[in-house]
């Protein structure tokens, strides 16, 4: 069975400071994967995605993720985090059928920003 | 990208009264929709995938004769939350696919 792990339930950086949130997967074939974000009571905004190709994907926002499969991590990455980022942010990982079929999410990190 | 609408946005129901939330994909047509529920300070659950004309197909331990979703259109998927009771307030959040899955802004539930 799929799963999604986020290690880290809450993160607090400095406005300026960079920033990693930590996602690893268990996907019995190759993965589609995805970092949403969610604002205080907000759906979800996809911010980037891995299906194939280049492993290191560029998102909206100034956001980048890096696939590393023999770590079965997929870690997003911000290098200057701005108090607008303040948010919870969801890994995701889907079958490599189609992009948004079925998603298991994992439990979400909130991120706080000091300013 | 495309704009999926959630509508309410918030409800407060009686216990034992049934309440609608619609989900509608205002500038693609959707042929499926999902249904997700989200308890706090957890992640989101698929209750059921909806396809277009047909039945929608609940994930395991999803009472289908409590959430009742119906996807009459390409761009209109309704969860109702039947003979409603606590336990079922929650946030409930729908996407809807077409390359990818777009999520609305989700209803929170509340049952007293």
């Known amino acids: 069975a799929q799963s999604v792990t986020q290690p880290d339930i809450h993160i607090t950086v400095s406005e300026g400071a960079s920033l990693e949130l930590r996602c690893n997967y268990s996907y019995g074939a190759t993965p589609y994967l995805f970092w949403y974000v969610q604002s205080p009571g907000q759906g979800l905004q996809l911010l980037l995605k891995?299906?194939?190709?280049?492993?290191l994907v560029q998102g909206i926002k100034g956001f980048e993720a890096e696939f590393k499969r023999s770590q079965s991590s997929f870690n997003l990455r911000k290098p200057s985090v701005h108090w607008s980022d303040a948010a919870e942010y969801f890994c995701?990982?889907?079958?490599?059928?189609?992009?948004?079929?079925?998603?298991?999410f994992g439990t979400g990190t909130q991120l706080k920003v000091e300013l | 990208g495309a704009v999926v609408s959630q509508h309410p946005s918030r409800v407060i129901c009686k216990s034992g009264t049934s309440v609608k939330i619609e989900c509608r994909s205002l500038?693609?047509?959707?042929?499926?929709m999902f249904w997700y529920r989200q308890f706090p300070k957890q992640s989101l659950m698929l209750m059921a995938t909806?396809?277009?004309?047909?039945?929608?197909?609940?994930e395991q331990g999803v009472e289908k004769d409590k959430f009742l979703i119906n996807h009459a259109s390409l761009t209109l998927s309704t969860l109702t939350v039947t003979s409603a009771h606590p336990e079922d307030s929650s946030f409930y959040i729908c996407?809807?696919?077409?390359?990818?899955?777009?999520f609305g802004q989700g209803t929170r539930l509340t049952v007293v």
């Open positions: 996407s809807a696919k077409a390359a990818e899955a777009f």
């Open positions: 500038d693609f047509q959707a042929t499926t």
């Open positions: 909806s396809n277009e004309g047909s039945k929608a197909t609940y």
């Open positions: 995701a990982v889907g079958p490599a059928t189609g992009g948004g079929n079925k998603l298991t």
């Open positions: 891995y299906f194939s190709g280049d492993t």
